[in-house]
């Protein structure tokens, strides 16, 4: 999307006509549906300007842009080298809190540019302009305050704004980035806001029942769980169950939320009391044991609340998934369930190829996967060959690394001649290994050999999973889903699997 000028859109003619028109201009991928007390606004503000400045016609701003994935959209954006103005345009009367926060949110998604930023609102019905100060109070402005702003010699930005804003930036883990989590260095995206807004409604007039959110890795799950537990915890305490190992970057936030209570879910046994906290919150939870599951919900009858947050696995084929833990608690008594669908942190072409390479279907993209690889060895020496070539470019490799594997105690998997850490951690008292979670790495190289095939729903099977605790195919879809930027795919004498993500690969040139 490029910048446009204002003065272009806001001459007079019918709302088709000018749909059609902004489109032309900014290259947009679609017609925006462009609204009338807005563009009375847009004029409102152009007359205003054309009496403290000349070639008002000159000035380019992004219209109506909204960043990718987040819904956090923006009225006008004049982006320059140096600095960049954001004006918010009102036709009613609004409170300068409501104001003041609308602004402090936008410099926020704007500060990852790294340029000075100024912040207007133009509340046409007022004529009145008010900008935000840097100690973030709103006060009454001066026209020609904001027009020696907007035409400072500096030169505009006049690339693809969608360039210039990474939307996993904003998304931040609070396991992984705790000190950023307890400045609150981040926002709720809309659809964030509004599953926390229901639960939050609800829990006001009851305190109890059932709450789940499921969604693909990095749809910020985790950090919507870790708010909720932070506006529950402000009166009462509440306990956050982490399954599976989440290292100790989560005992830094035990040190500092004193009215939140951090246990692991195999603290969940015969002894464990619950009753005391006035909600229950389980990170995680599709790696919950069935047992574990059942303590959970016993002490919780009508004692408190208990919310799930859970990754989605409905690209897996339901037989690799053995007990569904998620299709039990979608079965409890009136839980209210949610989906998170805008992923943030994770690389949307990567999470394409994911999905596509789980359950080959026969809709083709017509866009190709640059950021995957594939490529065959013929034996061991050359899989071993190969992975070092990929470690050499910065590639990082993890063996698959299941839930429960009885009765062994290895911490090191040997490929070749490197060892590599396995990521499994020795931390039970049974003869469970737990999974030490691999989180967010750049690129990701992996190996499949001849266990994995595609049965005859085209889903990726693999001939050894164990069934009864965590699948092959299971535990490689959330591997696959800890890459940010690249994979790359090492396939070890299966040539059936190689050629079909050979094809995966191509792009349909049909379209």
């Known amino acids: 999307m490029r910048s446009i000028s204002i003065y272009t859109i806001t001459r007079n003619q019918n709302i088709s006509s000018l749909s059609k028109l902004e489109r032309q201009l900014s290259d947009r991928e679609y017609f925006l549906k462009i609204r009338e007390w807005e563009l009375e606004s847009m004029r409102a503000l152009v007359r205003q300007l054309e009496l403290y400045m000349q070639k008002v016609y000159s000035l380019r701003f992004f219209y109506s842009y909204q960043i990718p994935r987040l819904g956090k959209e923006f009225d006008l954006l004049q982006i320059k080298d140096d600095q960049i103005i954001n004006i918010e345009l009102k036709s009613g009367i609004v409170s300068d809190e409501a104001i003041r926060k609308q602004l402090i949110q936008n410099r ?105 959110f499921t969604g693909l890795p990095g749809t910020g799950k985790t950090l919507l769980l870790y708010d909720i537990a932070m506006k529950l915890s402000r009166r009462q305490q509440v306990c956050i169950i982490h399954c599976g190992n989440a290292g100790k970057e989560w005992k830094i936030l035990h040190e500092r939320l004193q009215r939140i209570v ?160 396995s990521g499994i951690s020795t931390n039970r008292t049974t003869d469970e290994i737990e999974i030490t979670a691999v989180r967010d790495m750049k690129r990701l190289v992996i190996i499949l050999d001849g266990r994995y095939y595609y049965d005859e729903n085209r889903y990726l099977r693999s001939k050894s999973s164990n069934k009864e605790n965590w699948s092959h195919v299971r535990s490689l879809f959330h591997q696959l889903n800890q890459a940010k930027e690249e994979i790359a795919i090492i396939v070890r004498e299966n040539t059936y699997v190689y050629e079909a993500l050979l094809t995966l690969l191509q792009p349909d040139t049909s379209r």
């Open 108 to 212: 926020y998604y704007l500060s990852v540019l790294g340029r000075a930023i100024q912040s207007y609102t133009y509340i046409s019905s007022q004529n009145r302009l008010v900008r935000l100060t840097n100690h973030d109070h709103i006060v009454d402005t001066d026209w020609n305050d904001l027009c020696r702003a907007l035409q400072r010699e500096s030169k505009d930005y006049q690339g693809n704004i969608d360039d210039l804003f990474q939307a996993e930036l904003y998304l931040i883990s609070p396991i992984t980035e705790p000190a950023r989590f307890l400045k609150k260095e981040y926002f709720l995206t809309s659809q964030q806001r509004d599953i926390q807004r229901q639960i939050l409604k609800k829990l006001r007039t009851s305190r109890s029942g059932y709450f789940c």
């Open 262 to 421: 951090f246990l692991s879910d195999n603290q969940l046994n015969g002894n464990i009391q619950l009753e005391h906290y006035s909600a229950v919150l389980v990170d995680e939870a599709h790696l919950l044991p069935t047992e574990k599951l059942q303590i959970l919900l016993k002490q919780s009858e009508s004692h408190f609340p208990v919310i799930f947050s859970s990754d989605s696995e409905d690209a897996i084929c339901p037989d690799e998934l053995g007990v569904n833990i998620i299709k039990l608690i979608e079965t409890l008594p009136e839980i209210q369930m949610f989906h998170l669908t805008n992923r943030i942190r994770t690389n949307a072409e990567l999470s394409s190829f994911i999905q596509n390479m789980m359950h080959l279907t026969d809709r083709k993209t017509s866009k190709p996967y640059p950021h995957v690889s594939v490529v065959f060895a013929n034996n061991k020496d050359e899989t071993d060959t190969l992975l070092e070539d990929y470690i050499s470019q910065g590639y990082q490799y993890r063996p698959p690394i299941y839930s429960m594997i009885s009765k062994t105690s290895e911490t090191e998997i040997t490929t070749g001649t490197k060892t590599i850490e």
